[in-house]
């Protein structure tokens, strides 16, 4: 949707200064809405034992994460390169989760080495680990019990978690080889704006982890409902009733676990807190007429794969162009893809070569899932401050980035003469 009216109210009058003297593409975010929404969720359950882990993945700057971590937010990583950027930045011990899937035994090691809450997300990985983390902790496979909850419907094609019939079984397991505290984790929604749905889904592993803790013996010390919380990427759709969801989370908590011992609750949004509070500021290079009305963007969706790869809506706008009558067209990158398109049909002020068009809602899983085919790099990252400076956080790729892993000289690997010797 619209980036928010106080980020554009910031931005806009700083915006074609910022592109005279710095160019474009890059993507901008609005450090006082992502500490906004972080705070806010805070607060909903202020007094409570609640901690939110920022899902790295979703925006993985240092600047981003040192600004989450000074909030009191957790980072939730999921590979060892995230660990290390958590360490970085200086997230210690249980401020990190490692929920991670299809994993091996020494990225775990690693994890359990800083402290990390681990994530198992299946027997089998927790068979092979040597060493015990202090906490151990079971991924609950989508199991379809929350009845009306369309997001449980896929349960019979997850790759994620352990089957809610194996739980109790882990945990018994878990405590045999000394474990002696618990926490447990499920995350089923994806982007999902409908409060009720996420609240059942939640609902749900509070309760089966409730269930499975006593059937196991095993106390619980924190239940971690995961990230998937949506943000309205279209206009008219409303944003996630965030303070509804945490109530709907702790009247299900305190129905599973009526006594003093009350389990915390964990966190791992991404997209729910930044996703909103970034824009891709780009130029029109182009403006032709073929099948289609073109408008050619000088950043391509090696800057935002959404789009092209999930069919993803990103609202796209020309704040400076509003008087101008309105065109229908697709906006488009450079890629040798037709897939590459930040909107197919969308009408819009009729862009001109040189307008500035922003693609909003680019603070989340934008700039991180991009790449780097056909060599048309990944933009830098932009923040505006909470005083209202325009820093550079991340600069634009190079050819030497972009060359940077090639060997000019080929390195022996295995030499066709051995099989002579
Ligand atoms: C991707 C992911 C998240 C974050 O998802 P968002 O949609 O960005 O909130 C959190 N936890 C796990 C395990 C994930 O895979």
């Not at 359950?45 to 790295?56: D, K, L, M, T």
């Not at 994890?111 to 060493?131: H, P, Q, S, Y």
């Not at 151990?136 to 449980?152: I, K, N, T």
């Not at 073929?290 to 950043?299: P, T, V």
């Amino acid at each position: 949707m619209p980036a928010s009216e106080e980020f554009t109210a910031r931005l806009l009058p700083l915006l074609r200064e910022v592109v005279a003297v710095y160019g474009t593409p890059f993507h901008i975010y609005d450090a006082r809405g992502i500490v906004a929404t972080h705070r806010a969720m805070e607060a909903a359950f202020a007094g409570e034992p609640f901690r939110q882990y920022f899902a790295v993945k979703a925006l993985p700057n240092p600047s981003v994460l040192r600004l989450l971590l000074a909030e009191g937010s957790g980072l939730d990583c999921a590979s060892p390169v995230e660990l290390e950027l958590a360490a970085r930045v200086g997230a210690e011990g249980d401020a990190v989760v490692f929920t991670s899937n299809n994993t091996a035994p020494q990225e775990y090691a690693l994890a359990r080495k800083g402290g990390a809450l681990i994530t198992f997300d299946d027997r089998a990985f927790f068979d092979r680990v040597d060493e015990l983390p202090d906490v151990v902790a079971f991924r609950v496979a989508p199991h379809g019990l929350a009845a009306g909850s369309a997001l449980m419907g896929d349960a019979t094609r997850t790759k994620f978690g352990v089957p809610a019939d194996e739980l109790a079984d882990a945990y018994r397991e878990a405590r045999r080889r000394g474990a002696r505290r618990f926490g447990v984790h499920g995350m089923i929604c994806a982007n999902e704006l409908d409060v009720g749905r996420a609240a059942r889904a939640a609902a749900d592993v509070i309760e089966l982890g409730a269930a499975v803790a006593a059937s196991a013996g095993v106390p619980l010390e924190y239940v971690n409902v995961g990230g998937g919380l949506g943000i309205p990427y279209r206009p008219g759709e409303r944003p996630f009733d965030f303070a509804a969801y945490a109530r709907a989370i702790l009247a299900q908590r305190d129905a599973s676990f009526p006594g003093p011992d009350k389990p915390k609750i964990l966190m791992e949004c991404g997209r729910y807190v930044t996703g909103p509070h970034g824009v891709l500021v780009t130029t029109v290079l182009n403006r032709s007429r073929k099948a289609r009305e073109i408008a050619g963007l000088d950043a391509s969706m090696s800057a935002l794969m959404r789009p092209g790869f999930y069919g993803a809506y990103h609202h796209a706008t020309l704040p400076f162009a509003d008087d101008r009558a309105e065109a229908t067209v697709d906006l488009v990158g450079a890629l040798c893809e037709n897939m590459d398109k930040f909107a197919e049909d969308r009408t819009l002020p009729d862009p001109r070569v040189g307008d500035i068009v922003l693609v909003h809602d680019t603070g989340a899983h934008g700039h991180a899932m991009g790449f780097t085919y056909n060599g048309r790099l990944r933009p830098p990252e932009l923040l505006l401050t909470d005083d209202g400076d325009v820093v550079e956080i991340r600069r634009a790729e190079t050819f030497e980035d972009y060359t940077a892993t090639a060997r000019w000289r080929p390195e022996p690997v295995l030499s066709a003469a051995r099989t002579a010797s």
